[in-house]
T-cell receptor
Framework: ELKVEQNPLFLSMQEGKNYTIYCNYS?????LYWYRQDPGKSLESLFV?????AVKQEGRLMASLDTKARLSTLHITAAVHDLSATYFC??????????FGTGTSLTVIP | EPEVTQTPSHQVTQMGQEVILRCVPI?????FYWYRQILGQKVEFLVS????????KSEIFDDQFSVERPDGSNFTLKIRSTKLEDSAMYFC????????????FGPGTRLTVT
């Protein structure tokens, strides 16, 4: 079974700081997705990364994919309180099944 | 903006009872999915559905589970005899096509089995 690991699991950071969330996965895939989930809410799609070296940016978030290293990163620049949420990466296997990571709970402190 | 809707938002049921969770996918979407999230844990894929049949399913999706598209708009997940460990948030999602098309998630149904 494809395993997807994120770290850190919990992240508390001050406003204005930068940080990176890591997503490692165990088997070959070139399809990786990042989602955001607010407490008690559903999942909101952030990024879809479909090839090695793909980089996408939206506001203060930037995601990248290295398929050779089986690693995706979600970089947060100059964090603001509104970014507080849980972030999940999800990898699509060859069988078209999604495997989600463990999630990173981000708290941005004023 | 079109969205996926789910009903009920919260369902409480006794162990052994059958439950049906309902979803209305986005109208022009062709692929439908069910996921579950046990409280505080990761999201787990259950099943995908296309052209009125199951496309993929996970190990979690055993004989206790079934899915159906009873009409042109609803997509349902039935759990025949609920167990305590079925307590979770169940999310429906839909997409225009097979992955990598983006999946749009509904707000979820919180199922509590007592």
């Amino acid at each position: 079974e494809l395993k997807v690991e994120q770290n850190p699991l919990f992240l508390s950071m001050q406003e204005g700081k930068n940080y990176t969330i890591y997503c490692n996965y165990s088997t070959t895939s070139d399809r990786l997705y990042w989602y955001r989930q607010d407490p008690g809410k559903s999942l909101e799609s952030l990024f879809v990364l479909l090839s090695n070296g793909a980089v996408k940016q939206e506001g203060r978030l930037m995601a990248s994919l290295d398929t050779k290293a089986r690693l995706s990163t979600l970089h947060i620049t100059a964090a603001v309180h509104d970014l507080s949420a849980t972030y999940f990466c999800a990898v699509l296997n060859t069988g078209n099944q999604f495997y989600f990571g463990t999630g990173t709970s981000l708290t941005v402190i004023p | 903006e079109p969205e996926v809707t789910q009903t009920p938002s919260h369902q409480v049921t006794q162990m052994g009872q059958e439950v049906i969770l309902r979803c209305v996918p986005i109208s022009n979407h062709l692929y439908f999915y069910w996921y579950r999230q046990i409280l505080g844990q990761k999201v787990e894929f259950l099943v995908s559905f296309y052209n009125n049949e199951i496309s993929e399913k996970s190990e979690i999706f055993d004989d206790q589970f079934s899915v159906e598209r009873p009409d042109g708009s609803n997509f349902t997940l039935k759990i025949r005899s609920t167990k305590l460990e079925d307590s979770a948030m169940y999310f429906c999602a839909s997409s225009e096509g097979r992955a990598p098309y983006e999946q749009y998630f509904g707000p979820g149904t919180r199922l509590t089995v007592t």
